[in-house]
């Protein structure tokens, strides 16, 4: 007749190499799949600062945009007849859009990007800004 043979059963605590390869094995390809989406869904770009030399009187919110039409960043107040700089600026891209607004008017115009990069990302708001925000300037929006 033939025997009937077992094996012993692991003392109570013990894990089987296999399983502990396998939660190792599920764990690292879980890990590789959250560095992979983390990578896939990339937040914007910024740059580190932007200084703005006010060159009139007036306190003006400056708002930054990749479009003249939409899609308005506030980036702060640049203070009357002084210099002041934003920290971690959106990256707009190759053309930057500024909306500087007092008082309920606004103007709207563009920059290169290489040309703020060439001006050590300074932009210069003429003293004429005044004028043109009187005359020609739009109800902010």
């Given at each position: 007749m033939n025997q009937l043979q077992t094996h012993p059963a692991a003392p109570a605590g013990v894990h089987r190499t296999a399983d502990v390869v396998r939660v190792v094995a599920v764990a690292v390809l879980a890990l590789a799949a959250l560095l992979v989406s983390l990578r896939m869904v990339d937040g914007p770009s910024f740059v580190p600062r932007v200084t703005f030399v006010n060159h009139t009187s007036l306190d003006v919110d400056v708002d930054t945009s990749a479009s003249q039409r939409d899609g308005w960043t506030p980036a702060g107040v640049a203070d009357g007849d002084g210099t002041t700089s934003f920290q971690e600026v959106i990256d707009h891209g190759d053309t930057w859009w500024?909306?500087?607004s007092e008082g309920g008017r606004s103007?709207?115009?563009?920059?290169?990007?290489?040309?703020l990069?060439?001006?050590g990302w300074r932009v210069e708001i003429?003293?004429?800004f005044g004028t043109?925000?009187?005359t020609r300037g739009q109800a902010a929006g």
């Open positions: 500024f909306r500087f103007v709207v115009f563009p920059v290169s990007r290489s040309r990069a060439a001006d003429p003293s004429s043109r925000l009187a």
